[in-house]
């Protein structure tokens, strides 16, 4: 569901020498593994794909070294983005509609240095004052919690793109800055992907941490938040409520929010763990429905799109939950308006803990998108196609004098 391709072993020998017809571009690597990888969509590709670490490291001994650079298997070599991402390696690449691209990966373990990559995802637990929240972002589009398991939204004005999250953090709601603004009112709804258990008529939505700028004594009971990765290619953040009352009842939930360079989309992926329970809680998730609604459930899309306020524009808003067994329901009533929601297959019981994953995204036609729910459904869709990716070979450097030499 997520946008991490799916890495298959087709190596050649443990060692290969290099291919004469790839250049080997950065002669003071010893090693590099090449990998090919294939867009299956009709669409273009920009974004970031996920290898795993554990199978590049079988192949290729001693990946991913002291000093790593990955490139096009091009002339002149165009340089990559990576990041490492605990148990996965993430390259950044533009793929077009159903191209196939190969890449060389180039490591050393001689080597020491720390080559420059400028942030292109951030997340930060903070927003201005308040601490007791939790902001993510790309370049494209910025989201930010309400100190709950649900997202605002801090669109990006047309042609303005740049990590700007923390700018609003400080800015006036009433005069944002032209870089983008806090495009949408969610008052007391599930927001943008808000998580929610039910039971027969009883809804329970997880409770809110207290503001810092209120300057009052936190609840026992409060939501904790943890950046994992602050960029520069994925942000991940994690939200975590130990002691969550429902009812008679007691749960532990947890999910976890992460956002890739060039994207709009967010990928929650979510546990929820009984501690104390004596009923059977269906488990769901969903956003507010604006003015006009959208469904296109067929292809397990939910969207809605509407006008808050004639000064900011339309707005829209959707969630993707592909190959996760979730059935869409159409609305669900909270205090603060109407829901479209889906349920997730599994409900929660005593039998232990339950998870499950879901996309959303915000767009807006500041942010110069004519249709903005057309457009939320477009790059909702693609994230149910990820690239492929195999690993070709691993290969060693067939000219080892010019390893400790200058470049020529």
Request: glycine share 8%; hydrophobic share 35%.
């Amino acid at each position: 569901m997520h946008s991490k391709a799916t890495l298959m072993l087709a190596f050649f020998g443990a060692s290969l020498h290099a291919n004469a017809a790839s250049v080997w571009e950065f002669p003071n690597f010893s090693d590099r593994v090449q990998i090919s990888l294939a867009n299956h969509h009709s669409v273009p590709f920009d974004g970031v794909v996920a290898l795993n670490l554990a199978l590049l490291k079988r192949t290729a001994p001693g990946f991913p070294g002291t000093l790593l650079l990955a490139a096009e298997d091009a002339q002149p070599a165009q340089a990559l983005e990576t990041q490492l991402d605990h148990d996965e390696f993430l390259v950044a690449v533009h793929l077009n509609a159903n191209e196939t691209q190969p890449i060389s990966l180039y490591y050393s373990n001689v080597q020491h240095d720390q080559l420059p990559i400028v942030p292109r995802v951030y997340a930060s637990h903070a927003y201005g004052y308040n601490r007791a929240t939790v902001a993510i972002e790309s370049e494209r589009m910025g989201y930010r919690t309400y100190g709950g398991f649900f997202f605002d939204v801090q669109a990006h004005s047309k042609d303005q793109l740049g990590l700007i999250n923390s700018l609003l953090g400080y800015s006036s709601i009433s005069h944002p800055p032209r870089e983008g603004e806090d495009i949408i009112h969610l008052g007391d709804t599930l927001g943008v992907g808000g998580i929610f258990l039910r039971t027969s008529s009883d809804v329970y939505r997880p409770t809110l941490s207290t503001p810092d700028y209120t300057h009052r004594t936190p609840k026992s009971d409060e939501p904790s938040y943890k950046v994992i990765e602050s960029g520069s290619l994925r942000a991940v953040v994690e939200e975590s409520l130990s002691h969550w009352t429902i009812g008679p009842d007691t749960v532990a939930v947890r999910a976890r929010y992460e956002m890739d360079a060039n994207q709009e989309i967010v990928h929650c992926h979510w546990w929820i763990t009984p501690t104390l329970i004596s009923r059977i809680y269906e488990i769901g998730a969903g956003i507010l429905m604006l003015s006009n609604e959208n469904n296109t459930d067929a292809d397990e899309i939910i969207t809605t799109t509407g006008i808050q306020e004639k000064s900011v524009g339309r707005i829209a808003v959707g969630m993707s939950y592909a190959h996760t067994g979730a059935k869409h329901v159409v609305t669900l009533e909270t205090p603060g308006g109407k829901n479209k929601v889906v349920i997730f297959p599994k409900k929660l019981t005593k039998g232990g803990e339950v998870s499950g994953e879901y996309n959303f995204a915000a767009s807006w036609t500041g942010s110069g998108w004519p249709d903005p729910a057309a457009h939320v459904r477009d790059i909702l869709a693609q994230q149910s196609e990820p690239p492929t990716a195999t690993i070709l070979a691993h290969e060693t450097n067939p000219n080892p004098k010019a390893l400790e030499a200058e470049p020529k």
